[in-house]
Structure formats: structure tokens, C-alpha cells
């Protein structure tokens, strides 16, 4: 039997927060003499990440010489095309800055180098911020390699910074309409396309097939991968998909959606410019899946 098509359609342009301008240079966060002195460099960069927000001034992360930042956890976050090195100080509480931001505002204001920054910097310290303690014996942890391990005290093992992959899945049916899901607890109107967490043991592919089948009823034929973008709220990589499905009516789960239902263009169209349905926000994934397949940008009033 022949494998059934996969889907044909691709995001349009890059994602959000996939981009940087940065080498992270990871060789050089073991070097403790080369960052201390480039802590101590004057023309080096820095800025200051609390409570997931960073202070933003017009289009530009607000970067300050490293010795005038207050005092914090230290990530060296790498190097520029000229060799200036870069670093985000981890403070606890609010932002200091009456100018700060957090991500989902300033993804869209700041250039590829500040949004690699802001991301990379963002996600190490949700992780450093909730994994404090050894996984093993419990004892508190310390802060090693630039902000990239955690060290436990007592009994020397090293912890990582983990990424949760979890997968988004814009689903087509035969007829080419697009099957939107909304969740039970979220405002009036939102809809998105089919999201999950990869479970242990599980490819991709098979997480948009069991998630889409669990949230919906729907049986996926195909699917094909779009593209990724990491989600630091706290701790997601967004592994996106177009997937062809068997064009069954949606049988939502009423657990984690509570309706769900297909659109063709016109149909979505409609419901968009009547404010019946608000799109995701133009950052995330979803919204390029939802633009990819109805192959053009759409606009939604703000949720
Ligand atoms: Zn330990």
C-alpha cells in the first residue's frame, strides 16, 4: 500500500524566537580564567534577567558594561561576530528596570541577536530558579559552568538545564480544512491548533498522533515536520507539524479541550473578522502553522 501524502504546506518566514545572532562558544564556559577577564572587560555586554522579564529601551536589549549589573548568578551567553563577549546576570524578584519586559512583549521589538539573548538567558533561569536541590540526595546545588550546569555540594554530581519537547500539530483534512481546538479554561474565543508534551519513550511523530486521537477522535494519516522554536515559559521546545487527518466531525476529550472543529479558509475568515475567533499571538508557532496552511498572514484582534 501506498504511504498516504504528506501535508504540503511550510511556515512562512522564520520563527519568533528561533532566532539569534550569537555564538554561544560553549568551549568557553569552562575557561574560568577567560571569563573572569572578560567579566572584567569593559567592552564586554550585559544585562540583567528577573522574573522572566529584561529591560528593553526603543528596539534594543538594554546592555550595560558587567561590572555596573548588581550582583547575581552569572551566564555567559557567548559571542558576537566581532568577539565581544555577552552575559545576563540572574536576580531574584522583579526587574530592577522600570523599562523591563518579558518575553512574550518583547519578542517582537527586538533583533535576532537580542531575542537569542533574551531567550537563552530567560530559559536558564526558569531552570536555575526551580532546580536548586540535587535530584539524587536533596543537598543544594551551585552554579557551574557559566550558568549551564548546577553542581551538587555533597556528592559532586552535575545537573543539566532541561528542555521539555513538546509537539503542535496543525491538522488538514481531505477537503483542506483546518481542525482548531480551545481549551475548557481559556478566555472566550481563543482557539489554536493541537499541542502536548512528548512522552518519555515516544517519537514526535507518534506524540501528534496519540495527542490529536486523545484530544479530538481524529485519526492522523501523515504528518511532516515544520519547524521548531524553543518556548521558555517555563522550560518547552515547540516541535511544529502539518498533519493530514481523517476528515471525522472532532469528538473533543471535555478534559483538556472542550470544543473543537474544522474551518475551511472562508470559514476562518469569517469567524476571525467577526472577533468569533482570536488567533494565538503572532510569536508562537501555532500562528504560523494556522498562516502556513491558509497562506497568508491573518489578522486577529489581540488576545
Ligand atoms: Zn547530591
Known amino acids: 500500500m501506498d504511504e498516504p501524502a504528506p501535508p504540503r504546506y511550510s511556515l512562512r518566514g522564520p520563527l519568533a524566537l528561533s532566532r539569534t545572532g ?39 536589549l538594554l546592555l550595560g558594561a558587567p561590572g555596573d549589573l548588581p550582583e547575581g548568578e552569572r551566564f555567559f551567553l557567548g559571542l558576537d561576530d566581532d568577539g565581544t563577549a555577552f552575559f545576563a546576570v540572574h536576580v531574584a524578584g522583579s526587574h530592577p528596570d522600570a523599562r523591563a519586559v518579558g518575553l512574550r512583549q518583547a519578542a517582537l521589538r527586538l533583533g535576532d541577536r537580542d531575542v537569542g539573548l533574551m531567550v537563552h538567558a530567560v530559559a536558564l533561569a526558569n531552570w536555575h530558579e526551580n532546580h536548586r536541590h540535587c535530584s539524587r540526595c536533596g543537598e543544594p546545588t551551585t552554579v ?57 519513550g ?13 484530544e479530538t477522535g481524529v485519526a492522523v494519516v501523515s504528518c511532516a515536520y515544520a519547524g521548531s522554536q524553543p518556548w521558555p515559559f ?12 481523517d476528515g471525522v466531525e472532532p469528538r473533543p476529550d471535555g478534559a483538556e479541550i472542550s470544543e473543537a472543529r474544522w474551518y475551511s479558509r472562508a470559514e476562518l475568515l469569517d469567524a476571525v473578522g467577526a472577533g468569533e475567533v482570536l488567533l494565538p499571538p503572532a510569536i508562537s508557532i501555532s500562528r504560523r502553522l494556522i498562516e502556513g496552511w491558509y497562506g497568508a498572514e491573518l489578522h486577529s484582534r489581540p488576545r
Open 22 to 60: 550569537i555564538d554561544r562558544a560553549g568551549h568557553l564556559r569552562s575557561a574560568e580564567d577567560w571569563l573572569e577577564s572578560a567579566w572584567k572587560d569593559p567592552r564586554s555586554r550585559a544585562f540583567v534577567v528577573a522574573d522572566g522579564a529584561v529591560a528593553v529601551l526603543d528596539e534594543a
Open 144 to 200: 557551574a559552568l557559566a550558568g549551564h550546569v548546577r553542581r551538587c555540594r555533597a556528592d559532586g554530581s552535575e545537573h543539566f538545564p532541561r528542555t521539555d519537547p513538546a509537539v503542535i500539530v496543525l491538522v488538514s483534512d481531505g477537503d483542506d480544512r483546518c481542525l482548531l481546538g480551545r481549551q475548557a479554561r481559556w478566555p472566550a474565543g481563543w482557539y489554536s491548533t493541537l499541542a502536548g508534551f512528548v512522552e518519555p
Open 202 to 214: 515516544e517519537s514526535p511523530e507518534q506524540a501528534v498522533a496519540r495527542e490529536v486521537a486523545e
Open 234 to 245: 517555563p522550560s518547552s521546545l515547540m516541535l511544529g507539524y502539518y498533519a493530514i487527518g
